[in-house]
């Protein structure tokens, strides 16, 4: 079963909405988070990346004033009665719409949500601080669940209503929420989906177990009804969501001479020149060096059927290229290696090469659905960066107080 429950959201009021709702703190970088806040004081990046504003080692305090501002004005609005929301995104001719609710930490402990990727100690840290000094969820997790009707029919009631906010940010994304305090019949709905899978969002999640130990460790008078031992998540069904690649670039051929590099790849990758930027089957790999396009076709027998991580194309980069040929052995922690977001396109990685960031970029086929659903059934871990899911949840739209 999966355990949700509705919440009272902390969230703007709806002509502020707009303004307020920002991309997740993690896609961007500092100086664009800085940029985006100059530009629009209400952002919610002041909150999730306060360190946009000021110095590192006040940036919690500069987030805790911020949401104390964003309230004060009434710029932020708490609800006083529990809901779920009805989330729909937009983008083009995709449309993918989920339930927003609070999840069971402790389903999450039993792997009953399940992941997929590893999570970096530091990262789980920055998050946890954050959620603690706050006392507050800031962003969406972002989990699957295999298709229901039932959940779907009662999502298609609450379409009909009038929507809490309605808007497009900057990149064409329609954004709409609904509010229903009609949950009982969802909560039932749910207690029959078996799990849920984290699509985005594990180091939010592993923070959100972290805040909650560290809460309860301190008063031992909560139990597991506490708000602290539950997290605020979009729901979404697995046949409404589109993945994209998560490309690579690398900084430099390790000191290979560029027909010694193409050389090794060779080894176990037929090479031909190329005038195509995306791969268009499992197993071709497209690679941009020296202002040129090459394509790669993987050109290794399996003696048997690989296991559900072997067969992953992020996988036969890194164990046939990446480390046999460039000597990235830990994509975790090598600092040579840079992951660019398929919702970014190939001209990135072409920008990146160019300028001299990087020497090479590879552009990968999508991880599909069915690869993440059996890695995370069969308990095991994707390479780091393996998903890229487009269009995403923004932040700031509904926030839960722990």
Same mark, same amino acid.
């Given at each position: 079963?999966?355990?949700?429950?509705?919440?009272?959201?902390?969230?703007?009021?709806?002509d502020k909405a707009k303004q307020v709702s920002s991309v997740?703190?993690?896609?961007?970088?500092?100086?664009?988070?800085?940029?985006?806040?100059?530009?629009?004081?209400?952002?919610?990046?002041?909150?999730?990346?306060?360190?946009?504003?000021?110095?590192?080692?006040?940036?919690?305090?500069?987030a805790v004033s911020n949401l104390e501002e964003f309230k004060?004005?009434?710029?932020?609005?708490?609800?006083?009665?529990?809901?779920?929301?009805?989330?729909?995104?937009?983008?083009?001719?995709?449309?993918?719409?989920?339930?927003?609710?609070?999840?069971?930490?402790?389903?999450?402990?039993?792997?009953?949500?399940?992941?997929?990727?590893?999570?970096?100690?530091?990262?789980?840290?920055?998050?946890?601080?954050?959620?603690?000094?706050?006392?507050?969820?800031?962003?969406?997790?972002?989990?699957?669940?295999?298709?229901?009707?039932?959940?779907?029919?009662?999502?298609?009631?609450?379409?009909?209503?009038?929507?809490?906010?309605?808007?497009?940010?900057?990149?064409?994304?329609?954004?709409?929420?609904?509010?229903?305090?009609?949950?009982?019949?969802?909560?039932?709905?749910?207690?029959?989906?078996?799990?849920?899978?984290?699509?985005?969002?594990?180091?939010?999640?592993?923070?959100?177990?972290?805040?909650?130990?560290?809460?309860?460790?301190?008063?031992?008078?909560?139990?597991?009804?506490?708000?602290?031992?539950?997290?605020?998540?979009?729901?979404?069904?697995?046949?409404?969501?589109?993945? &994209?690649?998560?490309?690579?670039? $690398? %900084? *430099?051929?390790?000191?290979?001479?560029?027909?010694? #590099?193409?050389? !090794?790849?060779?080894?176990?990758?037929?090479?031909?020149?190329?005038?195509?930027?995306?791969?268009?089957?499992?197993?071709?790999?497209?690679?941009?060096?020296?202002?040129?396009?090459?394509?790669?076709?993987?050109?290794v027998d399996y003696l048997i059927q690989p296991d559900p991580?072997?067969?992953?194309?992020?996988?036969?980069?890194?164990?046939?290229? &990446?480390?046999?040929?460039?000597? $990235? %052995? *830990?994509?975790?922690?090598?600092?040579?290696?840079? #992951?660019?977001? !398929?919702?970014?396109?190939?001209?990135?990685?072409?920008?990146?090469?160019?300028?001299?960031?990087?020497?090479?970029?590879?552009?990968?086929?999508?991880?599909?659905?069915?690869?993440?659903?059996?890695?995370?059934?069969?308990?095991?871990?994707?390479?780091?960066?393996?998903?890229?899911?487009?269009?995403?949840?923004?932040?700031?739209?509904?926030?839960?107080?722990?």
């Amino acid at each position: 079963m999966s355990l949700i429950k509705p919440f009272c959201a902390l969230r703007p009021v709806p002509d502020k909405a707009k303004q307020v709702s920002s991309v997740p703190y993690d896609v961007i970088h500092e100086a664009e988070a800085r940029d985006f806040v100059l530009e629009n004081p209400f952002s919610f990046l002041r909150i999730t990346r306060p360190e946009a504003e000021t110095a590192d080692c006040e940036s919690l305090e500069k987030a805790v004033s911020n949401l104390e501002e964003f309230k004060s004005n009434g710029i932020l609005i708490e609800d006083t009665e529990p809901s779920y929301f009805v989330y729909r995104l937009k983008a083009g001719d995709h449309v993918q719409t989920g339930i927003v609710a609070c999840c069971s930490l402790d389903e999450y402990d039993a792997g009953l949500i399940k992941k997929h990727e590893k999570t970096r100690p530091d990262k789980v840290e920055d998050r946890t601080r954050h959620m603690l000094a706050l006392r507050a969820q800031t962003g969406l997790i972002f989990l699957i669940f295999r298709g229901s009707a039932t959940i779907n029919t009662l999502i298609e009631q609450v379409l009909v209503e009038e929507p809490l906010y309605d808007f497009a940010c900057p990149k064409g994304i329609q954004h709409t929420v609904w509010k229903t305090a009609s949950t009982q019949k969802i909560t039932e709905a749910f207690a029959d989906v078996p799990a849920l899978y984290v699509a985005d969002g594990h180091h939010r999640l592993e923070s959100a177990a972290q805040a909650r130990n560290e809460i309860m460790a301190a008063d031992p008078t909560l139990d597991k009804t506490a708000d602290c031992n539950y997290v605020m998540a979009g729901l979404f069904p697995a046949e409404d969501l589109q993945i &994209l690649a998560y490309n690579r670039t $690398v %900084k *430099d051929k390790s000191g290979l001479t560029n027909e010694q #590099f193409l050389e !090794g790849i060779s080894q176990n990758f037929i090479v031909t020149k190329s005038d195509r930027s995306k791969p268009a089957y499992h197993g071709e790999i497209c690679m941009y060096f020296d202002k040129g396009w090459y394509d790669l076709r993987f050109s290794v027998d399996y003696l048997i059927q690989p296991d559900p991580i072997e067969r992953l194309d992020v996988t036969i980069l890194q164990k046939y290229l &990446l480390e046999p040929v460039l000597g $990235v %052995k *830990d994509p975790r922690t090598d600092e040579r290696i840079g #992951f660019v977001g !398929g919702g970014r396109g190939t001209e990135e990685l072409e920008r990146i090469v160019d300028s001299g960031e990087a020497q090479v970029a590879f552009s990968l086929y999508p991880t599909t659905m069915e690869d993440l659903l059996a890695v995370s059934d069969a308990g095991e871990i994707m390479p780091p960066k393996s998903t890229w899911f487009e269009p995403k949840l923004n932040d700031g739209l509904l926030i839960y107080p722990i």
